[in-house]
Nanobody, 123 residues
Framework: QVQLVESGGGLVQAGGSLRLSCAFSGRTFVSYAMGWFRQAPGKEREFVGVISWTGSTTYYADSVKGRFTISRDNAKNTVYLQMNTLKPEDTAVYYC????????????????WGQGTQVTVSS
């Protein structure tokens, strides 16, 4: 079964940057599209972005477009989320997710989830 472990969260000031990592194991990484979601207290888990298995296709939520970048290193079985120009409203637990095949943007389309990493942006 797929195992996902996120890292890289923390506390950062508004305008700062963080890079999250998600280590994938248990299956063939290149068979999977990889997504990032986030969940703020009292809110639904929401889509942040997704990357295809080749890395050639990415989609982002409007709220992060132009500030966040997803990338993957298939040799290291790792996907990254580079977050720049962070805002207090980006504060949330960030989750990595995996699904076999094509990219998707809904949380119900993803089969496997990490435990999450906390990102807190202070104003």
């Amino acid at each position: 079964q797929v195992q996902l472990v996120e890292s890289g969260g923390g506390l950062v000031q508004a305008g700062g940057s963080l890079r999250l990592s998600c280590a994938f194991s248990g299956r063939t990484f290149v068979s999977y599209a990889m997504g990032w979601f986030r969940q703020a207290p009292g809110k639904e888990r929401e889509f942040v972005g997704v990357i295809s298995w080749t890395g050639s296709t990415t989609y982002y939520a409007d709220s992060v477009k132009g500030r966040f970048t997803i990338s993957r290193d298939n040799a290291k079985n790792t996907v990254y989320l580079q977050m720049n120009t962070l805002k207090p409203e980006d504060t949330a637990v960030y989750y990595c997710a995996a699904r076999v095949g094509r990219t998707a943007t809904t949380k119900n389309s993803f089969d496997s989830w990490g435990q999450g990493t906390q990102v807190t942006v202070s104003s």
